[in-house]
């Protein structure tokens, strides 16, 4: 039987994916954002969505009846407590209490292991007193953590990524984080051979125009017939007369001072380099002044699918909603080659466990 899983905060479920990749079940699902859940209830067929705020939900009702029958417990509430300078941060904050309705379901549920996933500045906030008092909550519940930052491009997605990550195990030894793999992927290894829509160009779903050119390309390809996802965004005139005096390679330090945008983004107006690693896709990609999102040398922002696929997800993996939805699915998801990469050592430990039982 598959060991079963619990995703909170589970999003379009990037966590969940690379769960399933590894031989997981992932059995229940929760997020708040409807359009996204239906995102998620898309591309997950066998798990059991609850759409909801989680601090609404009755959670004794909602997965404590699950208590004994779950082995993991995944996802990565928000902590908004980080990102202000100068107060003590702590888990009392109030704007980090989603975090305790993380630890309830899995002291509710008493999963064999659980995995959190998180902004780096978790484990460093105050000098480490948070990632401290997480510690103390979790021994008290008879957990011993493995944590760490793991940057997704150690673990064969094309991007700088970086992640906390604690991993807990129930009586006995966490396993340890992944160990990063050697193999890089570019940003051209992900995307070369979705290079021919311009500005405005495009449909939800259209035939494949260019054969797969790299190993992570046919990969990403081998469960789709169709490409779904992919249309750029029909820019402004000025937009697109501003790109064209941008070459390859290059930003808006070639721009003539009337071009030059007030835009506070790192990356602004500049092209990205295909035989580099990807800045962290966010949930503004469409728009060449949000950052570093320009195509390597046509005059548009990536798509949907160019960004899911520097997110590691496979072609067959279908976004829907509308295009705002799209981009906050992609943006904010956990890359699933990360995920798998996790799930993968939490696996190996199954079978260690099984082995001498």
């Known amino acids: 039987m598959k060991p079963r899983v619990i995703d909170l905060f589970a999003g379009v479920g990037g966590l969940s994916l690379g769960f399933e990749k590894k031989g997981f079940d992932v059995v229940l699902a929760n997020e708040y954002d409807a359009s996204i859940a239906t995102s998620y209830i898309a ?15 009755d959670l004794e009702d909602t997965f404590g009846k699950l208590a004994g029958t779950i082995d993991v417990v995944i996802g990565g509430p928000p902590c908004q407590g980080f990102s202000q300078k100068g107060q003590r941060k702590t888990i009392h904050d109030e704007r980090n209490f989603l975090f305790k309705y993380y630890v309830s379901v899995v002291e509710l549920v008493n999963p064999k292991y659980f995995v959190m996933e998180n902004v780096p500045n978790l484990l460093t906030a ?8 997480i510690e103390e909550l979790f021994n008290k519940l008879g957990y011993s953590l493995e ?26 030894d966490a396993p340890k984080l992944p160990v990063p793999k050697r193999n ?43 490409l779904f996802n992919h249309i750029a965004t029909k820019h402004s005139p000025l937009a ?44 503004r990609f469409d728009t060449p002044s949000s950052g570093k999102f320009t195509h390597p040398f046509l005059n548009r ?3 949907v699918r160019e960004a899911a696929r520097i997110q590691s997800f496979p072609d067959d993996f ?16 956990v890359p699933p080659l990360l995920a798998a990469a996790i799930a993968e050592v939490i696996m190996n430990d199954i079978k260690e466990e099984t082995k001498h039982e």
């Open 43 to 57: 591309n997950h067929k066998n798990t059991k969505m609850i759409v909801g705020d989680i601090t609404s939900l």
């Open 126 to 133: 105050e000098g480490g007193y948070f990632r401290h008092e």
């Open 147 to 172: 944590y760490g930052v793991l940057n997704a491009s150690d673990y064969g997605v094309p991007q700088n990524r970086r992640r906390a990550i604690i991993i807990g195990k129930l009586d006995g």
């Open 184 to 226: 890089k992927v570019t940003i051209w290894d992900a995307i070369s051979d979705l290079a021919y829509l311009e500005s405005g160009e495009g449909s939800e779903e259209q035939e494949y125009k260019y054969p797969a050119d790299s190993d992570y390309e046919k990969m990403l390809r081998k469960d789709s017939s169709k």
């Open 240 to 283: 697109l007369e501003r790109l064209a005096l941008i070459p390859p390679n290059a930003g808006r330090e070639v721009l003539p001072k009337e071009h030059l945008t007030k835009s506070i983004y790192s990356g602004t107006w500049t092209r990205m380099k295909k035989d580099e690693i990807s800045v962290t896709i966010t949930t």
């Open 301 to 303: 922002a990536i798509t």
């Open 318 to 333: 279908h976004f829907v909603g509308n295009k705002g939805s799209q981009m906050k699915q992609v943006g904010n998801a």
